[in-house]
């Protein structure tokens, strides 16, 4: 399922119109012209792009039609000059004598290569061509920046997008959890995007909710089953209490020094969803209080039965912080028996780079998730634009789409996806194009001038 766009007839340049208006005064409106969308540069400083927005397209071009109101606008706005024949044929026209030919979404493709072929009346596929960038070119940026960080964190470790409250707007917002998808994301926090197309949901603790707690007397569901339900209810905020004084004993930390008011936060959250706790323990001090906390709800919970799905780290020196928490993890497990709890998840968010990324590859036991790979083999062929897109086509699903553009990715030689001076993609052309630019730029070349030289 695709969300229906909200992008307006109107959403073009207002130079499309005024061109448009050329071609019905001299009465090419209706000639055939063939539109090719491609780029001059990969983004971002590599050396490959993977295309996306094709289904935006189509959905745009399926329901294209300008309204009394838009030709309204357009009448206020134009040239008084401008004759109301051209009004006419401006609610008139549709595309339904639009035909799109293009490479598959989520191809890899390279610069100077078309993506796109839009065909059809002159004037049409010209004020077309504006909306059509536009859904094409964020699109594409998104995916080829998200396919950037997946190769930066590796195949294994999972990626997280987050940015819907920093987003460009609600559009922006659900674009780029889309888009960040078929790049390489495992998942996002934009429940809209989970509900519209599918994609894994994920959340955590916030620090709001945590400095909303004061105390343990604010834990007010005290009674928590075991998992297997064979056993009656315990009064969850004294075993959660019981169990930090024995982590703090552990990881010698002063049980004075632990806040309490996060315990209380963390027990609350567990005893509500005692099968996804995950939390965020940097509100106060990560390892004099939040690792401490986390550890002695977690531990709470295994005795019940459940298992905690992971701690999360928002600030700070993301890196070192994970490889001290990672070791207080392990301690915890060893002197508790609890294997699992030193491979619990550690999360991290907040402002991670390309090169966090890359310095996190050399630390694989370090972080689990973040919330935001000489030899020539032989080279993968952008497909063509033979396939012709028909606006009542059944669109391919989210995970197809996906798996399409990963499988694109993983044909693409290594030297080419270099995140640091990656070696440029050398896209060959055919001799029958190659003679025919070669005459192309010979009609064009300039006529030397004639001699005046005196003898």
């Keep these: ?71 309204q606008f357009l009448r206020s706005v134009l040239p008084p000059a401008t004759e109301e024949g051209f009004f006419n044929y401006l609610l008139s026209i549709s ?23 839009v065909e059809g009346p002159l004037a049409i596929v010209q004020i077309l061509e504006t909306p059509l960038l536009t859904l094409v070119n964020y699109a594409s940026l998104v995916a080829t920046n998200a396919a950037r960080f997946r190769i930066a964190a590796g195949p294994d470790r999972r990626l997280l997008e987050l940015g819907l409250r920093r987003a460009q707007g609600p559009d922006g917002g659900i674009s780029a959890s889309r888009y960040s998808y ?11 995007a989970g509900k519209l197309y599918g994609i894994p949901l994920f959340g955590s603790v916030a620090h709001s909710y945590i400095t909303s707690f004061t105390s343990m007397s604010e ?24 169990w930090l004084s024995r982590v703090c004993e552990v990881l010698e930390v002063p049980k004075r020094q632990v806040n309490l008011s996060e315990l209380a936060a963390f027990a609350s959250f567990a005893s509500s969803s005692p099968r996804n706790f995950a939390a965020v323990v940097d509100t106060y001090n990560v390892t004099r209080s939040g690792v401490p906390n986390f550890c002695a709800v977690a531990l709470a919970l295994q005795q019940l039965g459940y298992r905690a799905l992971g701690l999360r780290l928002d600030s700070g020196d993301l890196l070192q912080q994970s490889l001290v928490v990672r070791r207080m993890l392990q301690a ?25 990324l890359m310095d996190l590859q050399q630390q694989p036991n370090a972080v689990d998730s973040v919330g935001v790979g000489t030899h020539l083999v032989t080279c993968p062929v952008q497909p063509s634009l033979g396939c012709v897109y028909k606006m009542s086509r059944d669109a391919p699903s989210m995970t197809e789409i996906r798996s399409y553009a990963q499988d694109s990715l993983s044909k693409l030689p290594a030297q080419h996806k270099c995140l640091v001076e990656p070696v440029p993609y050398q896209v060959a052309i055919s001799m029958e194009l190659h003679r025919l630019l070669s005459e192309l730029a010979q009609e064009r070349a300039p006529v030397p001038e004639e001699s005046h030289c005196a003898e």
Excluded: H
């Excluded at 078929?182 to 809209?192: A, K, P, R, W, Y």
């Excluded at 089953?225 to 969850?236: I, N, R, V």
């Design 1 to 71: 399922m695709f969300l229906k766009r909200s992008v307006q007839p109107l959403l073009t340049d207002f130079y499309q119109f005024t061109m448009a208006y050329g071609y019905w005064k001299s009465g090419r409106q209706g000639e055939r012209a063939v539109f090719e969308l491609c780029f001059r540069k990969n983004p971002l400083g590599g050396e490959f792009t993977i295309f996306a927005g094709l289904q935006d397209c189509l959905s745009f071009l399926s329901e294209f039609q300008l309204s009394r109101e838009d030709v």
């Design 95 to 117: 595309t339904r004598e639009v035909a799109v030919r293009a490479v598959p979404e989520g191809s890899i493709v390279f610069p100077q290569v078309a993506l796109l072929e």
């Design 182 to 192: 078929i790049g390489g994301f495992d998942g996002t926090s934009n429940v809209l």
């Design 219 to 242: 834990v007010k569901v005290q009674g928590l089953g075991s998992a297997c339900g064979s056993t009656p209810a315990l009064d969850f905020a004294s075993l959660c209490r019981d």
């Design 332 to 356: 915890c497990a060893d002197r508790f028996g609890v294997p699992w709890l030193s491979e619990m998840q550690i999360i991290v968010t907040n402002s991670i780079s390309e090169k966090d």
